[in-house]
């Protein structure tokens, strides 16, 4: 089946380190575009980091120096390293892209993995 699969989230205190990973099974990134998204409680989505199809990798200000988003480079895995932890980290974060499937481009979302940062 042609779908993002993540993996990685878990509870660690502030300060601490996690690595997410997020699989295109079945399928690639097209054109290399990944991206990651935050859902905290009783907030917007919001995007974390992000490769785009022009080539570019941006980050939201807020993570800026303590994420680092990396893909490979057969575009299947992209794998979202968090370093020194914040309690506002904390929420749902969700792997994004474009897969295609029997030449058609479609959008997918992962699951999503619960990281919980705690104080």
């Known amino acids: 089946q042609v779908q993002l699969m993540e993996s990685g989230g878990g509870l660690v205190q502030a300060g601490g380190s996690l690595r997410l990973s997020c699989v295109a099974s079945?399928?690639?990134?097209?054109?290399?575009?990944v991206a990651w998204y935050r859902q905290a409680p009783g907030k917007q989505r919001e995007l974390v980091a992000a490769f785009t199809e022009g080539g570019s990798l941006d980050y939201a200000e807020d993570v800026k120096g303590r994420i680092t988003l990396s893909r490979d480079n057969s575009w299947k895995m992209a794998t979202l390293q968090m370093n020194n932890l914040k309690p506002k980290d904390t929420g749902v974060y969700l792997c994004?892209?474009?897969?295609?499937?029997?030449?058609?481009?479609?959008?997918?979302w992962g699951q999503g993995t619960q990281v919980t940062v705690s104080s």
């Open positions: 994004h892209g474009y897969l295609v499937e029997r030449d058609i481009r479609f959008e997918a």
């Open positions: 079945g399928s690639i990134f097209a054109g290399g575009a």
